[in-house]
């Protein structure tokens, strides 16, 4: 029998803990494989079997002593993200998922010595990997500029996509009435989802929120995401939504159930995704797949894997952020097009097609 260990510290997180918890279940089932999870028992359910306490911080130093020591022998150890154990493991074979390098990257706020120990970690897990997945050609082509591995190492790179998987039975017009009374959602609203960091660009989406409230009385922001979740850079936030007179228009939902995700994805004129960057970036496509559209911005990662099925809008210039919103918001022919090419778009990104890929991957690295 094989063993698999994975380091699932992160299962509970949004991104990276999305993807675990997505790919997980299809791995837990692989016969003639012994799956050990490795992480926080609490936050590891419903899995209660073959789990290794691991209580490190990510990024903190300290982990790397704690992977070394309790690591068990294996055939594979999976990362799933680049804070590998950058030590001598019992593992035959090593993967890694790098899902972004935004660590790295100027517009990172991180000091130099973070960055530092960033860039490391990432350039272990690639060197002492068997293999790499990457989740988008952005990220694969970011690691090239600002890593430049060997060739070697670029011979180990795996891009396979994340998949849409929503519930598949979309919630009936009564729940989806229930649901936004509860959070205190009166429609009309556009739709943030995603962390409230920087890079995400949540302060433009509010300034060009505070520009189209002016045009548009009844219009509202809802923000699924943590209000009080400030990351660094963004201590000015509230000052903002205060000076510009929303605070009553703006709704930060915090964590969400996915039913009542697919009923904000429903009822919205439109998801707005201003970032500055992502690795790949999710929810477009669940938006996409439940009939919402989509306003991102131009950047390589979405227009790779969205092509023409969102709104685009210039992340730097709130002005055309809010532009491109309340046009969207007036033009019911506009919603219309982007909601069916969106829908034909995310139909793509199947969930049978990530998953055989991944499995693939570890079958191969079992017989190589």
């Given at each position: 029998?094989?063993r698999?260990?994975?380091?699932?510290?992160?299962?509970?997180?949004?991104?990276?803990?999305?993807?675990?918890?997505?790919?997980?279940?299809?791995?837990?089932?692989?016969?003639?494989?012994?799956?050990?999870?490795?992480?926080?028992?609490?936050?590891?359910?419903?899995?209660?079997?073959?789990i290794?306490?691991?209580?490190?911080?990510?990024?903190?130093?300290?982990?790397q002593?704690?992977?070394?020591?309790?690591?068990?022998?294996?055939?594979?150890f999976?990362?799933?993200?680049?804070?590998?154990?950058?030590?001598?493991?019992?593992?035959?074979?090593?993967?890694?998922?790098?899902?972004?390098?935004?660590?790295?990257?100027?517009?990172a706020?991180?000091?130099?010595?973070?960055?530092?120990?960033?860039?490391?970690?990432?350039?272990?897990?690639?060197?002492?990997?068997d293999?790499?997945?990457?989740?988008?050609?952005?990220?694969r082509?970011?690691?090239?500029?600002?890593?430049?591995?060997?060739?070697?190492?670029?011979?180990?790179?795996?891009?396979?996509?994340?998949?849409?998987?929503?519930?598949?039975?979309?919630?009936?017009?009564?729940?989806?009435?229930?649901?936004?009374?509860?959070?205190?959602?009166?429609?009309?609203?556009i739709?943030?989802?995603?962390?409230?960091?920087?890079?995400?660009?949540?302060e433009?989406?509010?300034?060009?929120?505070?520009?189209?409230?002016?045009?548009?009385?009844?219009?509202?922001?809802?923000v699924?995401?943590?209000?009080?979740?400030?990351?660094?850079?963004?201590?000015?936030?509230?000052?903002?939504?205060?000076?510009?007179?929303?605070?009553?228009?703006?709704?930060?939902?915090?964590?969400?159930?996915?039913?009542?995700l697919?009923?904000?994805?429903?009822?919205?004129?439109?998801?707005?995704?201003?970032?500055?960057?992502?690795?790949?970036?999710?929810?477009?496509?669940?938006?996409?797949?439940?009939?919402?559209p989509?306003?991102?911005?131009?950047?390589?990662?979405?227009?790779?894997?969205?092509?023409?099925?969102?709104?685009?809008?210039?992340?730097?210039?709130?002005?055309?952020?809010?532009?491109?919103?309340?046009?969207?918001?007036?033009?019911?022919?506009?919603?219309?097009?982007?909601?069916?090419?969106?829908?034909?778009r995310?139909?793509?990104?199947?969930?049978?097609?990530?998953?055989?890929?991944?499995?693939?991957?570890?079958?191969?690295?079992?017989m190589?």
């Amino acid at each position: 029998m094989k063993r698999i260990v994975i380091d699932a510290r992160m299962i509970q997180m949004s991104g990276i803990g999305r993807y675990i918890r997505s790919v997980l279940p299809a791995v837990m089932n692989l016969s003639d494989v012994e799956i050990i999870l490795m992480g926080n028992p609490h936050e590891l359910l419903p899995y209660t079997e073959n789990i290794i306490p691991l209580r490190s911080r990510i990024y903190h130093p300290r982990e790397q002593g704690e992977l070394a020591r309790k690591i068990p022998p294996c055939d594979l150890f999976w990362s799933p993200h680049f804070n590998v154990p950058i030590t001598k493991i019992k593992a035959k074979k090593r993967l890694v998922t790098i899902h972004d390098v935004f660590h790295i990257t100027s517009i990172a706020p991180y000091n130099w010595l973070e960055k530092t120990y960033a860039r490391y970690l990432i350039q272990q897990a690639i060197k002492l990997s068997d293999a790499v997945i990457v989740v988008s050609e952005f990220t694969r082509d970011e690691i090239d500029f600002y890593l430049h591995p060997s060739p070697k190492d670029k011979a180990k790179f795996h891009t396979i996509y994340h998949f849409v998987e929503m519930p598949q039975d979309l919630v009936s017009p009564e729940e989806r009435k229930d649901i936004l009374s509860r959070y205190g959602i009166r429609p009309p609203f556009i739709l943030y989802v995603g962390n409230i960091k920087p890079h995400k660009n949540i302060e433009g989406l509010i300034r060009a929120f505070a520009i189209v409230s002016r045009l548009h009385k009844e219009l509202s922001l809802v923000v699924v995401g943590n209000k009080d979740n400030f990351y660094k850079g963004l201590p000015e936030l509230e000052k903002i939504i205060t000076e510009h007179h929303t605070s009553d228009r703006i709704l930060f939902t915090g964590s969400v159930k996915d039913r009542e995700l697919v009923t904000f994805y429903q009822e919205a004129i439109a998801l707005v995704l201003p970032s500055f960057y992502e690795g790949f970036g999710l929810p477009p496509l669940e938006a996409m797949s439940v009939g919402c559209p989509v306003i991102v911005s131009y950047i390589p990662v979405f227009w790779e894997i969205l092509e023409n099925s969102a709104y685009y809008v210039n992340p730097y210039s709130y002005e055309d952020i809010a532009q491109k919103i309340y046009t969207m918001v007036c033009d019911n022919e506009l919603q219309e097009t982007y909601r069916q090419r969106g829908k034909e778009r995310a139909a793509l990104f199947t969930k049978d097609k990530t998953i055989s890929e991944h499995l693939s991957l570890i079958n191969s690295l079992f017989m190589g």
